[in-house]
């Protein structure tokens, strides 16, 4: 079993930064696939991001050039630096991991909420 803890969201001005942090425990994770989800009020969850054991990286479009994925082995912890933040990229953001044989995200954390003011 794998507990994820999100942490770092909060209230900010367009164009400004957050970073959000997703402290595992339970398990080392440097071997899992790790993602971060958000979801708007009255949207699907979408990926917005997800970083594999070997370091690559994916971004949806939405956030791509203005949103850093990255992991801290030695912290089991996975951050996600956002910057130029926008109205839109106003969401409950959730931090999720799966094992390399899984397709599903088996574990997720209890979401932080991010809200950009215009």
């Known amino acids: 079993q794998v507990q994820l803890v999100e942490s770092g969201g909060g209230l900010v001005q367009a164009g400004g930064s957050l970073r959000l942090s997703c402290a595992a425990s339970g398990r080392t994770i440097s071997t899992y696939i790790m993602g971060w989800f958000r979801q708007a009020p009255g949207k699907e969850r979408e990926l917005t991001a997800r970083i594999i054991w070997s370091g690559n990286t994916y971004y949806a479009d939405s956030v791509k050039g203005r949103f850093t994925i990255s992991r801290d082995n030695a912290k089991n912890t996975v951050y996600l630096q956002m910057n130029s933040l926008k109205p839109e990229d106003t969401a409950v953001y959730y931090c999720?991991?799966?094992?390399?044989?899984?397709?599903?995200?088996?574990?997720w954390g209890q979401g932080t909420q991010v809200t950009v003011s215009s």
């Open positions: 999720a991991a799966r094992s390399k044989t899984s397709i599903q995200y088996a574990y």
